[in-house]
């Protein structure tokens, strides 16, 4: 069974420019978790969604954005990059949007902002 | 207000030298504990989801634990490739998993 699989793995961008960061989550997982990781440390909550609907957002500017598409995949989009947003940004899928069986998470997109 | 806390913040061990990281949580109504392991720059892998107090999980040298009000990850005869981030999360009020800020566990040949 594939896994989350997310792409790019690595990113540079400029000051200013937009990124687009993609997901897929596992076959049967309708959920898609957005989280961002500075280097160093914890995972901050960005974005939550569930068919295809916005279910929740954390603490971030409305310069974060994203969507689900009907196969369930995910993209995130950051615009108006600033050097504080270089950061792993990870991405997790789980069952039926419900924590109670966790998570499973991709590898990951190394977001750099120069 | 939902909270885990971990402890400690970083661990330092001889391989071979066996101990113990904490997850304590603060929520109303446990649906479950979950335990990862995080790589630098990889995200986070699963490990043991436990659901109820007394419950135990075994993973090669790894023993999770839960009670009422903690949980804990028993470490038997570690090896320098179990050098890691190990996190905690549980189940919040809001459909969200709370995390911890997690354990970095080194082991030194």
């Known amino acids: 069974e594939a896994g989350v699989t997310q792409s790019p793995t690595h990113l540079i961008k400029t000051r200013g420019q937009q990124a687009t960061l993609r997901c897929s989550p596992i076959s049967g997982h309708t959920s898609v978790y957005w989280y961002q990781q500075a280097l160093g440390l914890g995972l901050q909550f960005l974005l939550w969604?569930?068919?295809?609907?916005?279910?929740n957002r954390g603490n971030f500017p409305p310069r974060f954005s994203g969507r689900q598409f009907p196969n369930y995949s995910s993209e995130l989009n950051v615009n108006a990059l600033e050097l504080e947003d270089s950061a792993l940004y990870l991405c997790?899928?789980?069952?039926?949007?419900?924590?109670?069986?966790?998570?499973?998470f991709g590898s990951g997109t190394r977001l750099t902002v120069v | 207000e939902d909270q885990v806390t971990q402890s400690p913040e970083a661990l330092r061990l001889q391989e071979g030298e066996s101990s113990s990281l904490n997850c304590s949580y603060t929520v109303s109504g446990l649906r479950g504990l979950f335990w990862y392991r995080q790589d630098p720059g990889k995200g986070p892998e699963f490990l043991f989801t436990?659901?109820?107090?007394?419950e135990e999980k075994e993973k090669e040298r790894l023993k999770a634990t839960l009670t009422k009000k903690e949980s804990f990850l028993h470490i038997t005869a570690p090896k320098p490739e179990d050098s890691a981030t190990y996190l905690c999360a549980v189940p919040g009020g809001n459909y969200q998993l709370i995390w911890g800020a997690g354990t970095k566990l080194i082991i030194k040949p």
């Open positions: 436990l659901y109820s107090a007394g």
């Open positions: 969604y569930d068919e295809g609907e916005e279910r």
């Open positions: 997790a899928s789980s069952l039926v949007g419900s924590p109670n069986y966790g998570y499973t």
